[in-house]
C-alpha cells in the first residue's frame, strides 16, 4: 500500500510563485509514476504534470507548459511542482497522485492512477 500527502498550498497574488511537495510513505519502491491533477470550483479534474521516476520523462497540461516544473526527489520519496507566474484560473485544489504502472504516466495525462492524497488548496488572488 502507498500513501501520499500534499503539502504547500496556500494564497498567493497573480504573478507570484509557489511550491507544492507531496510525501509518499508505504510500499515506496512499487510506485513508478507520479502526478499532479487540480480541481477548480465547478469544474472537473484535470492533469497538470506527471513524471517517471525510472527516467525523469515528464509531461504538462499546456496550460501550465513554461510556467510549471515537476521534480522528483527519489531519495525523500517526494513529489514537487514548483508553480511560476501564476494566474487567477490556476486556482483549486491540487492533488498529487501516484501509481506502480510506468505506462501511467504519458503524454495524454490519464488519470488512472492507484494512490491519491486529500489535496491541497491553491488560490490565485489580489
Known amino acids: 500500500q502507498v500513501q501520499v500527502a500534499e503539502s504547500g498550498g496556500g494564497l498567493v497574488q497573480p504573478g507570484g510563485s509557489l511550491t507544492l511537495s507531496c510525501a509518499a510513505s508505504?510500499?515506496?519502491?512499487?510506485?513508478?509514476?507520479m502526478g499532479w491533477f487540480r480541481q477548480a470550483p465547478g469544474k472537473a479534474r484535470e492533469a497538470v504534470s506527471c513524471i517517471s521516476r525510472i527516467d525523469s520523462t515528464n509531461y504538462y497540461a499546456d496550460s501550465v507548459k513554461g510556467r510549471f516544473t515537476i521534480s522528483m526527489d527519489n531519495a525523500r520519496n517526494t513529489l514537487y511542482l514548483q508553480m511560476n507566474n501564476l494566474k487567477p484560473e490556476d486556482t483549486g485544489v491540487y492533488f498529487c497522485a501516484a501509481d506502480r504502472a510506468p505506462w501511467a504516466c504519458g503524454s495524454s495525462l490519464d488519470d488512472n492512477y492507484a494512490y491519491w492524497g486529500q489535496g491541497t488548496q491553491v488560490t490565485v488572488s489580489s
Open positions: 508505504g510500499v515506496t519502491n512499487l510506485v513508478y509514476v
